[in-house]
């Protein structure tokens, strides 16, 4: 049987990225007759440990707080969405295209104040994706594509500063884990650019020939 084939996505929140998972695989579904089945997936998840995150992340203001228990929960909603969907999904042969994985631990609770080693150990025998695209987003412009969309009020993660900080150890990461694949992609402009960047890095990225 064939074996499957994993994309994260990721980059800080506003900067287009979900948009840009279902694009990649509206494009792929019509171009690569490889994958038969294409799952597309995100995290938090509504699992047992995802629906607790998703009330917090409402209920809670301050981006630093409770650094701690944000990453266990998590880690944990991450363990339980592989055990359950991905790692079935990649054992039957399918293309994985998941809207955030565990570069968003690295970064989101980096800057909450974690140290990426901490984090990095929790995350022992988790499967890893073969290809992240990360798409780049100045906060500013991100910050501003948050305020025009949320018309509940920002999340606890969407403040400008915090934001801003978060970027840059997003940026990083394709240093400080050359094995892991992380692709920068420049994520300005309309959402067609962003779809024909994506299309271009998957091409050109050495692992394309596991997906086209
Ligand atoms: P988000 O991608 O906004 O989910 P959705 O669009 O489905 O609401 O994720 C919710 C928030 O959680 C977002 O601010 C990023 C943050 N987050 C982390 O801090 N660490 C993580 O490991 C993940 C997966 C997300």
């Known amino acids: 049987m064939a074996k499957g084939f994993f994309i994260a996505f990721e980059g800080i929140d506003g900067s287009g990225k979900t948009e840009q998972v279902f694009r990649l695989a509206q494009w792929l579904f019509s171009t690569s007759k490889k994958f038969t089945s294409i799952v597309c997936t995100r995290e938090p998840t509504w699992g047992t440990y995802g629906r607790r995150l998703r009330r917090f992340l409402h209920s809670e203001k301050d981006p630093y707080a409770g650094a701690e228990r944000f990453l266990k929960l998590y880690v944990a909603d991450r363990k339980e969405h592989c055990a359950k969907e991905i790692v079935p999904a990649l054992k039957a042969g399918k293309l994985v295209l998941c809207d955030r994985f565990m570069h968003s631990s690295y970064a989101f609770q ?103």
């Not at 910050?143 to 801003?164: H, I, P, T, Y």
């Open 110 to 212: 980096q800057t909450q104040g974690i140290a990426l080693k901490r984090i990095v150990q929790m995350h022992a025998g988790v499967a890893r994706p073969d290809l992240v695209l990360l798409i780049d987003l100045p906060a500013k412009e991100a910050f501003g594509r948050l305020s025009k969309r949320n018309v509940k009020g920002n999340e606890k993660f969407e403040r400008l500063e915090f934001m801003a900080r978060l970027r840059s150890l997003y940026l990083r990461l394709p240093k400080q884990f050359p094995k892991d694949r992380i692709v920068v992609i420049n994520g300005r402009g309309s959402r067609e650019q962003v779809a024909v960047r994506v299309k271009a890095a998957v091409i050109k990225s050495g692992v394309a020939a596991g997906v086209l």
